[in-house]
C-alpha cells in the first residue's frame, strides 16, 4: 500500500478502560495500515513538549497533567487521504457531537477525555510521528 501517513495516540482514559483492543480492531477494519505503534507512559515534561503548541490556552495544563496520567498508545498509520480518513473515523472531539459509529462516539467520555488523537494536517503527522518513532521503528 502507498498511501499518506498520519498520527494517532489512545488517550489514557481509553487505555485504562482496556479499549485499545476494540480502537484498533476499528481502525485496521477502516482500511488503515499500522506502519508503527508502542505503547508508552508520557512523563509531565514530554506531555508538555507535545502539546506546546496549546501552551498559552487555558486548558494546557490539564491536558499535559491528563496525557500524563497514564499508558497512552502511540502510532503511525497509511491509507489513502490518511488524515481526513482518520479524523472522520475518530468523530468530533466532543463525543457527544461525535457521529454514530465514531471512536469517539464508541469510547469517549468527555471533551477533556476522548479517548484518541488524531493529526489534524499532513505536516503535523509528520511531527508528530516523528516526535515518537525513529526511521528504525516504521515498518
Same mark, same amino acid.
Given at each position: ?12 482514559? @481509553? =487505555?485504562? $478502560? ?15 495500515? &499500522? +506502519? #508503527? ?14 502539546? @506546546? =503548541?496549546? $501552551? ?15 499508558? &497512552? +498508545? #502511540? ?65
Amino acid at each position: 500500500m502507498a498511501g499518506t501517513l498520519t498520527f494517532t495516540m489512545i488517550k489514557p482514559d @481509553a =487505555v485504562s $478502560k482496556n479499549y485499545t483492543g476494540a480502537i484498533l480492531q476499528q481502525i485496521c477494519e477502516a482500511g488503515f495500515r &499500522i +506502519v #508503527a505503534m508502542k505503547q508508552l507512559h508520557l512523563s509531565a515534561a514530554k506531555a508538555g513538549e507535545f502539546y @506546546a =503548541v496549546h $501552551k498559552e490556552r487555558p486548558f494546557y495544563g490539564e491536558l499535559v497533567e491528563f496525557m500524563s496520567s497514564g499508558h &497512552i +498508545v #502511540a502510532a503511525i498509520l497509511e491509507k489513502e487521504n490518511a488524515v481526513e480518513s482518520f479524523r472522520k473515523l475518530i468523530g468530533a472531539t466532543n463525543p457527544a457531537n461525535a457521529e454514530e459509529g465514531t471512536i469517539r462516539k464508541r469510547f469517549a467520555e468527555s471533551l477533556g477525555k476522548n479517548a484518541i488523537h488524531g493529526s489534524d494536517s499532513d505536516e503535523n503527522a509528520a511531527i508528530e510521528g516523528n516526535f515518537f518513532f525513529s526511521g528504525l521503528e516504521r515498518f
